[in-house]
């Protein structure tokens, strides 16, 4: 292959490539989900002012429309609602958000020392879809995908 044929070559396929993102841009833009309103929906905490801040982390992850704390003597009961978006996520990534819901229950359980820590997790249609808890003797959170 002489090296104008090459060249050729090369071109085509770039220019295949090319054509190939055009189409796809079109078809499915990138950062559609983030561009949408919901996506920017704030996430409502509703919490006692000693968990207020740590209950803030659940909104961190993304996927929330709102945490609600309460406490007693002996609990911290967290309940979680997915926004539309987060209820997808969970659909698609259940499995690998286990994970950051164990360490926010963790993280819940430090800043309440002595207490039992449980999470619900709902989807946005108020079921149950995941519930982590750590009790005040064990050292760290277990989670369980319903």
Not at 44 to 53: G, I, M, R, T
Not at 60 to 84: C, M, R, W, Y
Not at 117 to 122: A, M, W, Y
């Amino acid at each position: 292959m002489t090296r104008i044929t090459y060249s050729a070559w090369v071109l085509a396929v770039l220019a295949g490539i090319g054509a190939l993102v055009a189409i796809g841009l079109r078809v499915a833009p990138p950062q559609q989900a983030s561009n949408s309103a919901e996506a920017k929906q704030s996430c409502k905490v509703e919490s006692p002012d000693e968990l207020k801040a740590v209950a803030k982390y659940w909104c961190a992850i993304g996927l929330f429309k709102s945490v609600h704390v309460t406490i007693d003597k002996e609990n911290v009961i967290t309940v979680l609602q997915f926004s539309p978006n987060g209820a997808q996520a969970w659909q698609m990534q259940g499995a690998g958000l286990i994970g950051d819901f164990r360490a926010n229950t963790d993280r819940m359980a430090a800043s309440a020392p002595g207490k039992n820590v449980s999470v619900d997790v709902h989807d946005a249609a108020d079921n149950r879809v995941a519930a982590c808890a750590r009790l005040n003797t064990e050292p760290a959170a277990k989670c369980e995908a319903k």
